[in-house]
């Protein structure tokens, strides 16, 4: 059970968020996003009509049909959330309470996607790591997905072992599974889903970003056995109980991590991950989402 868990809509009004030290409510008012090619964690809160801020970290748009975006909208970019500073020359992301970072974000791999060019720009940016770390004690929140995992492992390795990372980064992108058959492991999380088991969706990719194994101190929310690339170029093997959705704290917030895409999960799935991984949120979920996932809860 996660020290730290968003108490959802009305079902859990008036409570409070506990740790071992004291109780305390946080309120989620700026919450960050960078737009990503292969994800759109944005989609909770558009559905919920809460208020957030862009910055436009596409690398190219390989998958989203025209009507996805608009591209006469001119959003921040990236850079300017992760290196950028305010009038007072504090670092910007100091300004939101939550950063969410989609997979197929700019700056988070090793090449540009379909291209030779460096693309670990903020990996290895000595400001990076420091805004982030200033911005993780001030007890806020980093939800990455998939490919930008790079991230977590940049700035936090001994949490999370992926797959194949000695090769550098990107190397862990091996998962072949469309669909994995996932454990819903925390039971707060599974009564909020309403069931413990899981089809998770990885939208039509099989390059999907695989976990090894978590440091003690990191909780796994979900699991299952996937089929993998195997390091050897001999085909797939299967990895047993792998995570795939965990976090872990970070001074004095809270690091999420999911190898999955939200975009290819079911809203309602969608819509409860985000609401349990940022405490404070309060997204609403709308009864419809609840009655399209009363039967099954799958994936894209």
Not at 116 to 137: H, I, K, T, W
Not at 183 to 197: F, I, K, M, R, S
Not at 227 to 245: N, S
Request: include cysteine; proline fraction near 5%; aromatic fraction near 10%.
């Amino acid at each position: 059970m996660p020290t730290r868990r968003l108490l959802v809509g009305a079902l859990l009004l008036g409570s409070a968020c506990k740790n071992e030290n004291n109780v305390k409510s946080i309120s989620i008012d700026q919450i960050a996003v960078t737009a990503g090619d292969f994800d759109r964690l944005e989609e909770t809160l558009i559905r919920a009509d809460m208020p957030h801020t862009v910055f436009e970290g596409y690398i190219r748009t390989p998958i989203y049909e025209p009507d996805d975006f608009d591209p006469t909208i001119v959003n921040p970019k990236v850079e300017e959330l992760f290196t950028g500073v305010d009038e007072d020359g504090y670092p910007l992301m100091n300004q939101y309470d939550a950063i969410l970072v989609n997979s197929g974000t700019r700056g988070f791999g090793a090449y540009v996607y379909n291209g030779v060019a460096s693309d670990d720009a903020f990996l290895v940016d000595p400001r990076v790591s420091a805004n982030l770390s200033q911005y993780m004690g001030a007890r806020n929140t980093l939800v990455v997905t998939d490919w930008a995992y790079d991230l977590v492992e940049a700035n936090w390795p001994d949490k999370i072992d992926f797959y194949a990372e000695t090769d550098g980064w990107d190397a862990a992108q091996a998962g072949v599974s469309t669909t994995v058959t996932a454990e819903v492991l925390d039971p707060g999380l599974a009564d909020l889903l309403g069931q413990n088991v899981l089809q998770l969706g990885f939208g039509g990719f099989s390059a999907w970003t695989v976990v090894a194994s978590v440091d003690p101190t990191v909780e796994v929310y979900i699991a299952g056995d996937v089929e993998v690339r195997d390091t050897e170029g001999q085909g797939a093997v299967t990895l047993r109980d792998v995570p795939l959705l965990m976090g872990f704290e970070a001074d004095e917030g809270r690091v999420v991590y999911s190898a999955f895409p939200w975009k290819a999960q079911a809203p309602f799935v969608a819509d409860t991950l985000l609401n349990f991984a940022v405490e404070g949120l309060d997204a609403e979920i709308s009864g419809d989402q609840y009655a399209s996932a009363s039967d099954e809860v799958s994936g894209g």
